[in-house]
């Protein structure tokens, strides 16, 4: 489950208009949701608070053998309005499970930031005057401090700064800087970090048609043989800033790449992979494919994940390795838990369909079942709900080939926020 300072985080991008779909990084971002989740240890206990569309605080409290914690602060220049109360938070906004991606949008105009007043910019918006985000977490009692500081540049571009200082690191810290750009069409980042004075560059590029170049009217659509919809039929939107939109295809296909080279130890690395992924007019059940290759090291890496019902999910992941011929099998599943209804509820939420009125979002949601088994005989089990005011997770690990230790780990985590 995801931390509140995590949920506002990702509302700052949303407000912001960034697609955190659409980068090398998130190629194998559902997979990852669905296989390698966290599971808590031990007690943990953590309060968090929106005081203001700007301000958001954090403190966290465990116990694994030692008593632990952290306090994070959060400030946007961006007014958030996000559920923050723990009994009002979707469910679907703090748990990571199957991604699906939606169509992809044109970048806005630069000029569509502007804001302007009696002939004079008020809006304040430069380089160095766009939406930011500045957040900090201090852990106790080790004394190690994160940083990150995000900044959008322009419509296509953002920059992301994060830092660590810890006395146990080389040089008492790093610091990484991330530029990322996307233009709907193809993505590109470019990554600097202390650490060794690592350079990198990834880029994804999207297969299919341009959401830069949508169609402005019937007869061009009509001229470059492209069928259009209006903008205002259910599930269509348009992407030209107009009334239409190009009808595209049910997938989509991305291909990226990954290099980076240290310059400090003389010694580089590279990645490639791809991605095909149906998308919301897809008719059939809903599901993602990927391949992922690292020349270098020989690893070689497919996975399949599937929607199979509107509460089931399901993964699997194959890691083989050209050069040891070792391999890796993991399977995993997502199960939504709806709360069971009387003839008399059923009856109501029925009239208040008729009456066009939509009950809250995940409202019979009861709790989400993970669980995840790899063929070394390692079971990982997580659930995820909610009681009362208070949204919970609990984890177990279990080692099937060790008799005399079964259970590795276990741990509850709350989460309360106002």
Request: hydrophobic residues 35%; charged residues 25%; proline residues 4%.
């Amino acid at each position: 489950m995801l931390g509140f300072m995590d949920l506002v985080q990702n509302e700052f991008l949303t407000a912001s208009r960034w697609n955190r779909d659409n980068s090398y990084g998130s190629l194998t971002a559902t997979a990852r949701a669905l296989l390698d989740f966290e599971t808590p240890r031990g007690l943990r206990l953590n309060i968090s608070s929106l005081s203001s569309a700007n301000f958001a605080t954090s403190y966290t409290l465990g116990s694994i053998g030692v008593v632990d914690g952290s306090l994070s602060y959060l400030y946007s220049s961006l007014s958030l309005r996000p559920p923050s109360k723990s009994s009002e938070i979707p469910l679907r906004n703090v748990i990571e499970g199957y991604r699906q991606l939606l169509e992809l949008r044109r970048p806005d105009e630069p000029w569509w930031w502007e804001v302007w007043h009696q002939g004079k910019r008020v809006d304040r918006r430069g380089l160095f005057r766009t939406d930011a985000l500045l957040y900090g977490r201090l852990y106790l009692p080790t004394s190690t401090l994160e940083a990150l500081y995000l900044r959008r540049l322009n419509p296509t571009s953002q920059l992301k700064i994060s830092c660590v200082s810890d006395s146990h690191l080389k040089s008492g810290g790093t610091i990484l800087a991330l530029l990322q750009r996307d233009v709907g069409k193809y993505s590109t980042e470019y990554l600097y970090s202390t650490d060794s004075a690592l350079l990198g560059i990834r880029g994804l590029y999207n297969f299919g048609p341009d959401p830069r170049k949508g169609a402005a009217s019937p007869e061009e659509a009509e001229k470059r043989g492209i069928g259009v919809h209006k903008a205002n039929e259910p599930g269509i939107e348009s992407t030209d800033g107009g009334s239409l939109q190009v009808i595209g295809l049910n997938g989509r296909f991305s291909a990226g790449c990954e290099l980076y080279y240290g310059l400090l130890n003389k010694s580089g690395g590279m990645s490639t992979g791809i991605r095909f992924a149906t998308l919301p007019r897809h008719t059939g059940f809903p599901y993602t494919m990927t391949l992922t290759l690292n020349p270098l090291m020989g690893n070689l890496s497919s996975s399949y994940a599937v929607k199979a019902s509107p509460s089931l999910a399901l993964c699997s992941r194959f890691d083989f390795n050209v050069y040891s011929y070792e391999s890796d099998l993991q399977i995993g599943m997502e199960l939504w838990r709806r709360k069971n209804k009387t003839k008399e509820q059923e009856a109501v939420e029925w009239a208040f369909e008729k009456m066009g009125k939509v009950k809250k979002e995940d409202e019979d949601v009861a709790g989400v079942l993970k669980a995840r088994v790899d063929q070394e005989g390692s079971v990982r089990l997580l659930w995820d709900g909610r009681v009362k005011e208070l949204l919970y997770s609990c984890g177990l690990v279990i080692d099937c080939k060790r008799r005399d230790n079964v259970f590795r780990a276990i741990g509850l985590e709350v989460q309360y926020s106002s």
